[in-house]
């Protein structure tokens, strides 16, 4: 009988047991629901790398640090763009000028072409004026002694350097004589020295004029032969010439020059033929030579 009341003792106590488990959630749960609120924890104090103090800076960075390169003048920055600060926009081929007006755009500068390469004393071209004399001689007439006496008269020439030692140009020359009067149109080449010693130039040479002679005989001597000599004639020259020049300046120079210079002329009648006039004096030029 013992016994039996211990085993039932037992189922009892853990029947109970069982029922005190079911419940405890509920229990749990009302009894939370009717505790006072619990206080929120304080806050946490601010770290220093997280303070509005330190965190201003950023939000003052200026706006053009925010457009990459940075825009040109005349524009602002503006949520990652370059606008134009003038308002309306300028015109594609305008700039804006601080703000307020549209311009057209600058000019690109011109650019001088360099100056010309000096011309050397060796490569100038000159030209000259001359008294030309010619030293008293006789004129042969048909192989026979003729007239005699002095030359007198100008010559006028250029010429051009075809290299540094050669020069070709033109001669004009209008010369008296006892027979006649001629003009004589030349070419000279010369070969020529050309020396610098700084302010002043100087250049030696050899020459060598040719061409042609217009002759026109003075009446007296024209009437002296049966039938008379026609007036004109057209014969030809030739001649050797050395001389030199001093130029005192790029401008400005002396020269002279000592030769010899041959004139053939042929001058026609009505019958017996033709009479050929010699003349071959040596010569003197004197006078200036200027830069050509």
Known sequence: MLGFVTHSARHVAFVAALFALTLAPGAAAQAASAAPPAEPPPPLAPSPMTTPAAAA???????????????????????????????PPCAPDQFCIEGRRCDSAPQSPIHEPPPPRPVSFA????????????????????????????????????????????LVGPMLEFAVTEPNYYLDLDVTLRARIPIDV???????????????????????????????????????????????????????????????????????????????????????????????
């Open 198 to 292: 700084g302010n002043v130039q100087v250049q030696i040479w050899g020459g060598m004029p040719i061409g042609l002679t217009f002759s026109f005989l003075k009446d007296d001597f024209a009437h002296s032969f049966t039938p008379d000599l026609d007036a004109f004639a057209l014969g030809w020259n030739i001649g050797v010439l050395f001389g030199g020049a001093v130029h005192f300046s790029r401008e400005f120079g002396l020269f002279t020059e000592l030769g010899w210079q041959q004139h053939t002329m042929s001058h026609g009648r009505e019958i017996n033929g033709s009479v050929e006039l010699v003349l071959d004096p040596w010569i003197l030029n004197v006078g200036f030579v200027f830069r050509g």
């Open 123 to 166: 490569e100038r071209s000159h030209s000259m004026l001359a008294f030309h004399y010619g030293f008293s001689s006789t004129v042969d007439v048909a192989g026979e002694d003729g007239p005699s006496g002095p030359v007198l008269g100008a010559n006028a020439r250029t010429d051009l350097p075809i290299a540094k030692y050669i």
């Open 57 to 87: 800076p950023a939000a003052a960075a200026p706006a053009n640090g925010s457009c990459f390169p940075v825009c040109r003048d005349g524009f602002v920055c503006s949520e990652s763009r370059c606008i134009s600060l003038c308002n």
